[in-house]
């Protein structure tokens, strides 16, 4: 396996140059360049892709970063760079902030065939997240929402599963339909036919999500879907250049589950969605079974967020090519107890006081 590093140079000054999603683009904050893509991929002089071998693992090295860390070195100044976790898949130095993108990382079987590039830039997590919050904020843990915490937002590029598959099955259902109804004295007799109403047919989904990372949360990355597939590119390291990614530690087999249920959830509401006409539908039996399923490996961006409140940690992520928030806020408890009841209370006793002063 590669085990090595690049790092993307603008061609014009060689400063770092990583992919902006405000232009879509490779951008230089230096000289204002802009380059695309392809530009990047034609051998430029000083626009070198270097690649370095991870350093070899001694028993200093690991006292000193621990088992799950490694140590590179920065093609753009010769320093070391450390990363947190075996699943990081960039990186940044310390020394001279280049982006670094871990190739080794991503190679051989771990290499995704398709990114989802950052349409959603810094600013706008940063500006979209504060109007999230803004309604909100009377209820919300102090400093939460300030400007210190928004600037502890970062961009990650997480691994997902996309799954292609068929869907065959059917279901049963006991319907009633109301022939009339007559009022008779104090009583309305109605008259309903019922009916034993037959479904069945092969459905065929396309990339059904499910994140690849044990480090991503299911329920969190769930709420912020659904992402737009036309957007999808074939996977380049380039996109990577000056935002964190993850290499993927769930494998397909273990996602079977979920993807299975997603599918013939679905299933089952398109076929009881087919019947139509009757006052109530109740399905009594249903028989639906995934078959030829396929994945593809794809990389999404997200910006995250967490916040620690009362030794509780609080994620939130923002789609970041959608814009959608998911997350769970974190409320102060007593200020709504002071809302929820206090207001109330402090309302009735001015209606009482204001009672006394007319004489009610």
């Given at each position: 396996m590669d085990n090595g590093i690049v790092a993307y140079k603008c061609p014009a000054c060689g400063a770092s140059l990583p992919y902006s999603a405000e232009t879509a683009d490779f951008h230089c904050e230096y000289c204002g360049s802009h380059f695309t893509k392809e530009q990047l991929d034609v051998p430029i002089q000083g626009n070198t892709y270097s690649a370095f071998e991870e350093q070899p693992d001694i028993d200093e090295k690991q006292k000193i970063f621990g088992d799950a860390n490694r140590l590179y070195v920065c093609p753009g100044c010769g320093a070391a760079v450390i990363t947190e976790t075996e699943l990081s898949a960039s990186a940044e130095c310390y020394y001279c902030h280049s982006p670094v993108v871990l190739s080794g990382r991503l190679s051989g079987e771990y290499r995704p065939d398709l990114i989802i590039p950052f349409k959603k830039s810094l600013d706008d997590a940063k500006s979209q997240f504060a109007e999230w919050i803004k309604r909100k904020k009377f209820f919300l843990a102090k400093g939460f929402g300030s400007?210190?915490?928004l600037d502890k937002i970062q961009g990650v590029y997480i691994p997902f599963w996309l799954a292609d598959c068929c869907v065959e099955g059917k279901i049963s259902a006991s319907c009633t339909k109301r022939v009339s109804s007559v009022r008779r004295g104090d009583y309305i007799y109605v008259t309903e036919s019922k009916y034993i109403v037959d479904r069945d047919g092969s459905l065929v989904f396309r990339r059904i999500p499910a994140d690849a990372s044990s480090r991503a949360d299911d329920a969190?990355?769930?709420?912020?879907?659904?992402?737009?597939?036309?957007?999808?590119?074939?996977?380049?390291?380039?996109?990577?250049?000056?935002?964190?990614?993850?290499?993927?530690?769930?494998?397909?087999?273990?996602?079977f589950s979920r993807v299975s249920t997603r599918a013939t959830d679905t299933a089952e509401e398109i076929f009881r969605g087919s019947i139509k006409g009757y006052d109530s539908v109740t399905v009594t039996g249903k028989d639906i079974k995934i078959t030829n399923i396929n994945y593809k490996q794809a990389m999404l961006p997200m910006w995250f967020l967490t916040f620690k409140y009362k030794e509780k940690m609080f994620f939130f992520a923002m789609n970041g090519q959608t814009g959608k928030f998911g997350g769970t806020l974190p409320v102060n408890k007593a200020k709504l107890a002071l809302f929820s009841f206090g207001i109330p209370i402090g309302v009735m006793l001015l209606f009482h006081f204001l009672a006394m002063l007319i004489g009610v």
């Open positions: 400007p210190e915490t969190l990355m769930d709420s912020i879907e659904p992402f737009d597939y036309n957007s999808l590119e074939q996977f380049d390291l380039s996109y990577l250049s000056g935002h964190n990614a993850l290499r993927y530690d769930v494998p397909k087999e273990q996602i």
